[in-house]
Structures are given as structure tokens and as C-alpha cells.
Nanobody, 126 residues
């Protein structure tokens, strides 16, 4: 089992950048595939980005590709989401997720992840 804590959210103007971090507990972090999801008010949680255990496989939602970058540091038990060129429509609560069942692959569905953080709010003003 792994526990996840997100940080780095906040208020930023359109066009700005934020870097989200997700700190994971436990000594087996490198066995987990990781994902970032987001949920805006009144909308379903949606996939943002995912990375496999080694960082060799990465996937992004189409609307984030080219603006967001996911990375991980297994030595620090952390995964990151660098967000550039932010838009007001990026406003949402951002969640970190983890699962060890398919550590070698990237998964884009909510149901693929058993472990979730509490989320961090990102607000982009116009």
C-alpha cells in the first residue's frame, strides 16, 4: 500500500506555470505506475498524464500534450507535473494516483489506480 500527498497547487495567471509534486510513502515506490488526474467543478475526473515505474513510458491527454510534463524520481519517492502555458480551463483539483498492478505500462483510466491523494487546487485566472 502507498500513501500519496500532493503539493504545489495555487493561483496563477493565464500563461503562467506551476509544478505539482506528489510524495509517496513506502519503500516500494519504484514498483508503481503513477498518474495525474484532475476534476473541475461539475465535471468528471479526467486523465492528465501517466508514467510507468521507470519513466520509460509516458502518456498525456491530448489537451495537455506539449504544455505539461510528467516525471518521477524513484530515489525521492516522488512524481511531478510541470504545467506550462496554463489556461483558465486548467482550473481544477489535481490528483496523484498510483497502482502496482501494471507498473510497466501507462494507464489512463480512473479505475486502473487503487491509491489516490487528497488533491491540490490549481486556479488559473484570465
Amino acid at each position: 500500500q502507498v500513501q500519496l500527498v500532493e503539493s504545489g497547487g495555487g493561483l496563477v495567471q493565464a500563461g503562467g506555470s506551476l509544478r505539482l509534486s506528489c510524495a509517496a510513502s513506502g519503500r516500494t515506490f519504484s514498483r508503481y505506475a503513477m498518474g495525474w488526474f484532475r476534476q473541475a467543478p461539475g465535471r468528471e475526473r479526467e486523465f492528465v498524464a501517466a508514467i510507468n515505474w521507470s519513466g520509460s513510458s509516458i502518456n498525456y491527454a491530448d489537451s495537455m500534450r506539449g504544455r505539461f510534463t510528467i516525471s518521477r524520481d524513484n530515489a525521492k519517492n516522488a512524481v511531478y507535473l510541470q504545467m506550462n502555458s496554463l489556461k483558465p480551463e486548467d482550473t481544477a483539483v489535481y490528483y496523484c494516483a498510483a497502482d502496482s498492478r501494471w507498473a510497466g505500462t501507462v494507464q489512463t483510466g480512473n479505475a486502473a489506480y487503487r491509491y489516490w491523494g487528497q488533491g491540490t487546487q490549481v486556479t488559473v485566472s484570465s
